[in-house]
């Protein structure tokens, strides 16, 4: 369980280009509500499920297990740097490979300034389960963003090099594949008493990207790359 959080002091968001900044007072305004929440014991809960819808009628849903789950304050500065990012990322092939860990630098950012800011107990963390479920217990009442992402590798084996090639190239980092990272977003206004139930599942995607597994293969790959010599079999 990821429990993290927040603020003061300006902060820098640098991802990959895009810059935002955000005011101490600004992270103190978007923050007060919610403490002021928790200390006067005004918690509601947010139960939620993630999953794959049923493809024909009268199916049952197919779970997503271990899907990462953030609830953070609402930051219209935060969503900002987000929507820029979407914004742009099928523009290229570049830009869809950038978008994940712009996405993750801006979110980092952000947690940082808020932990520094002392409001660490405002961001709250869960994993999905083997049912799909998680659940949030006690959520301070207010406006919350939901971030989530689901990880899927998709291992292969670099292309062998040949002669000239091979010792040209050996030592460099190479793609061993990628790995997609989808992304679910969701505005969450939480009352106090009140269950706030939410669904993430295949049809309500806010961002999918690609991250590259690319790394410098070890002494035992390096061997396993090379094209084989003339007494091994092929």
Do not use: C
Request: charged fraction near 25%.
């Amino acid at each position: 369980m990821i429990r993290r959080l927040l603020l003061a002091g300006t902060f820098v968001v640098a991802t990959l280009g895009l810059t935002g900044t955000a005011s101490a007072a600004g992270l103190a305004d978007l923050m007060a509500p919610l403490q002021s929440a928790r200390e006067r014991g005004a918690f509601g809960s947010v139960d939620g499920r993630a999953y794959v819808e049923a493809q024909r009628g009268g199916g049952q849903p197919t779970p997503y297990p271990d899907v990462s789950v953030l609830l953070m304050p609402r930051s219209a500065q935060f969503d900002s740097e987000l929507d820029g990012i979407k914004a742009s990322y099928r523009d290229s092939i570049d830009a869809l490979l950038e978008a994940e860990p712009r996405v993750r630098t801006a979110r980092v950012a952000f947690e940082r300034a808020l932990i520094e800011a002392g409001g660490g107990q405002l961001l709250l963390g869960e994993s999905s389960n083997a049912t799909g479920e998680f659940r949030f217990p006690r959520v301070p009442e207010g406006e919350w963003t939901l971030l989530a992402w689901r990880e899927i590798p998709h291992a292969k084996s670099p292309t062998a090099l040949r002669g000239a090639d091979a010792r040209r190239y050996k030592g460099r980092a190479q793609i061993f594949g990628y790995t997609t990272v989808i992304f679910w977003r969701l505005p969450v206004d939480v009352k106090a008493g009140e269950v706030m139930t939410v669904h993430i599942h295949d049809r309500n995607q806010w961002l999918t990207a690609a991250r590259e597994d690319r790394r410098i293969p070890d002494e035992n790959q390096q061997k396993s790359l090379l094209p084989p010599t003339s007494d091994q079999p092929r």
